[in-house]
């Protein structure tokens, strides 16, 4: 008797072993890391419209409707700029703000159509974030119509960043006093949260 219930015992640490390595087994092959998903980040559509001075009774002195503009770090952004303003704002033939900079595939769609380059006596308003390294260039409106400029733009880093519209479209006879000096007209600033 006491040969079985030592058998009976043996059998039962053994299959509890046998268990015990078969459990182990098991767990091994589930503490594997679990894939990581990339972050996603949305894309987000911005708009505003730059209206001319004779449109909001101050001659001269053409805006941006929303100078002031919010996203997240690692958004990516479309934006939407339609534009009244029939006049333009030369630039000098060795300006680089004419090309576009710092958009997906460094281009713009201008009414639909994509260009990299707006011809210097056509332009009308830039753009321009420095800190981002970002020139978005608006031709002239026809006459009594409007323009609509679309550039796609990613913001790897979070900070506040000046903006400027770097053609002379304001008062003075160099153009460049009035609203280009006052924030909230040809100047604002794109933050950038993290």
Known sequence: ???TKSLIRW???S?????LVAIAAGCGSTTATPPTTPAVHPVVHVATMIETGKMLNKPGWPKFT???LTVHQGDTVVFTIKSYDDGTAPLSTDSPYDKVLGTVNGTELVNGKPVSLIADQNVAHTFTVPGLGLNIVVPAAPTGGTVTVQATFKVPKAGVYD???EAPCGTTASGWGGPMMTPGWMQGTVTVKA
């Open 163 to 165: 903006w400027q519209c």
């Open 1 to 3: 008797m006491n040969k």
């Open 11 to 13: 059998g039962v640490v």
């Open 15 to 19: 299959m509890t072993a046998g268990s």
């Open 66 to 68: 929303n100078a002031f």
